[in-house]
């Protein structure tokens, strides 16, 4: 079965300062995997997905994550965020034997000080 | 393009009373997915759509809820008798149904129960 663990409930950083949200997913089968963004009192977005080929993905607001398959993880990771980029960050994986359904994390609230 | 509408945005009840939810995906998206979402935890799939046939409903209470997707297109979750454990927020998403492509979803419904 598959799972998700988001080892850190809330991370706090400084504005300008590095960040990376962790995520680990076990599945016995090729997967697919997501991360979702839900910003304060909006719903629930796409922020980028691995689904094949480049181990490196990444979103059009300067975040990145990584597929790595031997430590069966997918952190995600921005060297400088902003302001805007508090909200609450959710990983999500798939696989081809469930028919497009997404088991979530518990997610990870991140928060900017200025 | 619209995106997944849901109504109603609120909805305070009794434990022990009725109520349901509505959800219009986007046009074209033959799967159709409930989630609920308590608390400072993650989604959780109640039950999955496709066209107007169930895939997946393992996670739905049946003894008090129910879903029903009417020629495909539109959705209702109902609830009854509510719970104090079923105040959370409900999403609803869509997506075109193969493994592995973006779920959208809906701004969702808060439900207290008192």
């Known amino acids: 079965a598959q799972s998700v663990t988001q080892l850190d409930s809330q991370v706090p950083v400084f504005e300008e300062a590095p960040v990376e949200l962790r995520c680990n997913y076990s599945s016995s089968v090729s997967v697919y995997l997501f991360w979702y963004v839900q910003y304060p009192n909006q719903g629930l977005q796409l922020l980028l997905k691995y689904l094949s080929g480049s181990t490196l993905v990444k979103s059009i607001n300067g975040f990145e994550a990584e597929f790595n398959k031997s430590q069966t993880s997918f952190h995600l990771r921005k060297p400088s965020v902003h302001i805007s980029d508090t909200a609450e960050y959710f990983c999500?994986?798939?696989?081809?034997?469930?028919?497009?359904?997404?088991?979530f994390g518990s997610g990870t609230r991140l928060s900017i000080r200025p | 393009e619209a995106g997944v509408a849901q109504s109603p945005r609120y909805k305070i009840i009794e434990k022990r009373q009725s109520v349901a939810f509505w959800c219009n995906p986007i046009s074209g998206h033959a799967t159709l997915y409930w989630y609920q979402q308590i608390l400072g935890q993650g989604p959780k799939l109640l039950i999955q759509f496709q066209n107007n046939g169930v895939v997946d409903d393992s996670q739905l209470p049946k003894d008090r809820f129910s879903a029903e997707r009417l020629k495909g297109v539109d959705s209702t979750l109902k609830i009854q008798p509510a719970k104090l454990e079923d105040s959370a927020v409900y999403l609803c998403?869509?997506?075109?149904?193969?493994?592995?492509?973006?779920?959208?979803f809906g701004p969702g419904t808060r439900l207290t129960v008192t």
């Open positions: 999500a994986v798939s696989d081809d034997s469930s028919a497009s359904k997404i088991i």
């Open positions: 998403a869509s997506s075109q149904g193969l493994a592995g492509t973006e779920q959208y």
